[in-house]
């Protein structure tokens, strides 16, 4: 049987044309969204005269996770471009698979596979042209198979409504990163943010309250993503690693930034750091011998490196709930995250909390005996878990598509700003309140 590929959507298009969903097949601007979300709600057996606001918030939510969709399968719409299938063809292919799934995943229950294969099951039924179309350009049956699996399951995985309670979403902040970020706090609503940009430097941004501020070059060769810490008011300490290997070091101190200072040592990693008190500081790195090592200052000098034991298949993290209290965590032989903390008289053991990460982890505290930690998981994706006082929680999925590990601070009680960079080399951000 011979299939045109273009005949099916050009079927409906051609009798739709004044809708605006016709312009989408010949690529013209995706303003046309709306439009096309009324073309995919007929396969989805909606009533024609839905509720306005219901309709509205449906059509920002495809645009959200289409934005996310783009980022994470920007390898599938070029294996179907060998197939000759153009983007103003997949694209509105997947959106409609997204809208379908934003429609109707309340309908479904069970786990995520599970439901992953009923709306498969229901897409195939209802959006007969999607799989039409691309059979049509010689996709083989398989792998239009999988491609709309993914889909399905990664709009699943991202839906407003699956995100644990009270977290925004991802939101793009520019710039362009060549490392992970890193973040700090020195006041309530006040956070700034780091990392290498494209010319090895040092860049700055920040909120101020009202505002992000633009970026700002503040020198320096990193050979590592940025970390940063403040001990007190209108303070900042920024480490990283630099071309020799050394730890360096610059502060803000209130009115200008310093000089760059070498600390020594031959670090294997990013460095973290964190403070427990008033002109302290606590630095961890990964060593030579891929063990903990730590370095600190005191108020008055630094001390030499002490190692800590164990084995980081990645760089450290570090955060302080209270006075002498330190926890930092690493990504173990295991790929599981790994613990161990300072009590105020001796460090502990290591402990697994288990997960699969495959990027640095990240940490903060948003009050006394409170941790929250993320890190990047397996499927790229934001995944998060915290102690309470008392307990771990299990890892949570906050969606998003990853390409460094995150970062993570605290600017108030029960406030969580996370930043990682996307697949565009862009700062992200997401938040909890």
Same mark, same amino acid.
């Not at 709306?119 to 042209?129: C, E, G, S, Y």
């Given at each position: 049987?011979?299939y045109?590929?273009?005949?099916?959507?050009?079927?409906?298009?051609?009798?739709?044309?004044?809708?605006?969903?016709?312009?989408?097949?010949?690529?013209e601007?995706?303003?046309?969204?709306?439009?096309? !979300?009324?073309?995919?709600?007929e396969?989805?057996?909606?009533?024609?005269?839905?509720?306005?606001?219901?309709?509205?918030?449906?059509?920002?939510?495809?645009?959200?996770?289409?934005?996310?969709?783009?980022?994470?399968?920007?390898?599938?719409?070029?294996?179907?471009?060998?197939y000759?299938?153009?983007?103003?063809?997949?694209?509105?292919?997947?959106?409609?698979?997204?809208?379908?799934?934003?429609?109707?995943?309340?309908?479904?229950?069970?786990?995520?596979?599970?439901?992953?294969?009923a709306?498969?099951?229901?897409?195939?039924? $209802?959006?007969?042209?999607i799989?039409?179309? %691309?059979?049509?350009?010689?996709?083989?049956?398989? *792998?239009?198979?999988?491609?709309?699996?993914?889909?399905?399951?990664?709009?699943?995985?991202?839906?407003?409504?699956?995100?644990?309670?009270?977290?925004?979403?991802?939101?793009?902040l520019g710039? #362009?990163?060549?490392?992970?970020p890193?973040? &700090?706090?020195?006041?309530?609503n006040?956070?700034? #943010?780091?990392?290498?940009?494209?010319?090895?430097?040092?860049?700055?941004?920040?909120?101020?309250g009202?505002?992000?501020?633009?970026w700002?070059?503040?020198?320096?060769?990193?050979?590592? /993503?940025? $970390?940063?810490?403040?001990?007190?008011?209108?303070?900042?300490?920024?480490?990283?690693?630099?071309?020799?290997?050394?730890?360096?070091?610059?502060?803000?101190?209130?009115?200008?930034?310093?000089?760059?200072?070498?600390?020594?040592?031959?670090?294997?990693?990013?460095?973290?750091?964190?403070?427990?008190? *008033?002109?302290?500081?606590?630095?961890?790195?990964?060593?030579?011998?891929?063990?903990?090592?730590?370095?600190?200052? $005191?108020?008055?000098?630094?001390?030499?490196?002490?190692?800590?034991?164990?084995?980081?298949? /990645?760089?450290?993290?570090?955060?302080?709930?209270g006075?002498?209290?330190? !926890? #930092?965590?690493?990504?173990?032989?295991?790929?599981?995250?790994?613990?161990?903390?300072?009590?105020?008289?001796?460090? &502990?053991?290591?402990?697994?909390?288990?997960?699969?990460?495959?990027?640095?982890?990240?940490?903060?505290?948003?009050?006394?005996?409170s941790? !929250?930690?993320?890190?990047?998981?397996?499927?790229?994706? %934001?995944?998060?878990?915290?102690?309470?006082?008392?307990r771990?929680?299990?890892?949570?999925?906050?969606?998003? #598509?990853?390409?460094s590990?995150?970062?993570?601070?605290?600017?108030? /009680?029960? *406030?969580? $700003?996370?930043?990682?960079?996307?697949?565009?080399?862009?700062?992200?951000?997401?938040?909890?309140?």
């Open positions: 049987m011979f045109c590929p273009y005949y099916f959507m050009w079927q409906y298009w051609r009798e739709h044309e004044n809708e605006g969903a016709y312009n989408l097949l010949r690529g601007d995706d303003e046309q969204d709306i439009n096309y !979300d009324e073309f995919n709600a396969f989805e057996g909606e009533e024609e005269n839905q509720d306005d606001e219901f309709f509205r918030q449906n059509i920002q939510e495809v645009n959200r996770i289409m934005r996310l969709v783009d980022q994470r399968f920007e390898s599938t719409y070029a294996e179907l471009e060998r000759r299938v153009p983007r103003r063809i997949s694209r509105p292919i997947f959106r409609a698979v997204v809208s379908y799934v934003v429609r109707n995943a309340n309908n479904y229950s069970g786990t995520i596979e599970q439901r992953t294969n709306l498969f099951n229901a897409i195939r039924r $209802d959006i007969p042209w799989f039409a179309t %691309l059979i049509g350009f010689r996709v083989p049956i398989a *792998r239009i198979n999988d491609i709309i699996r993914s889909i399905i399951r990664f709009t699943l995985e991202n839906l407003g409504g699956t995100m644990p309670s009270g977290w925004s979403r991802w939101e793009s710039g #362009v990163l060549t490392s992970g890193g973040a &700090s706090s020195w006041a309530n006040r956070i700034d #943010v780091f990392a290498r940009g494209t010319n090895d430097a040092l860049w700055h941004k920040w909120w101020d009202r505002r992000w501020s633009d700002e070059d503040l020198g320096g060769v990193l050979t590592s /993503s940025p $970390d940063a810490v403040s001990w007190g008011p209108n303070r900042i300490d920024v480490f990283a690693r630099g071309t020799d290997n050394a730890l360096w070091h610059k502060w803000w101190d209130g009115s200008r930034w310093s000089n760059w200072e070498s600390l020594g040592g031959v670090l294997t990693s990013a460095p973290a750091a964190a403070s427990w008190a *008033r002109n302290r500081l606590d630095v961890f790195v990964r060593g030579t011998d891929n063990a903990l090592w730590h370095k600190w200052w $005191d108020g008055s000098r630094w001390s030499d490196w002490e190692n800590l034991g164990g084995v980081l298949t /990645s760089a450290p993290a570090a955060v302080s709930w006075p002498n209290r330190i !926890d #930092v965590f690493a990504r173990g032989t295991n790929n599981a995250l790994w613990h161990k903390w300072w009590d105020g008289s001796r460090w &502990s053991a290591w402990e697994d909390l288990g997960g699969v990460l495959t990027s640095d982890p990240a940490a903060s505290s948003r009050r006394t005996n941790i !929250d930690v993320f890190a990047r998981g397996n499927n790229n994706q %934001l995944i998060y878990k915290s102690w309470d006082g008392s771990w929680s299990n890892w949570s999925n906050l969606g998003g #598509v990853l390409t590990e995150p970062a993570s601070v605290s600017m108030r /009680s029960n *406030r969580i $700003d996370v930043f990682a960079r996307g697949t565009d080399n862009a700062l992200w951000h997401i938040f909890r309140e």
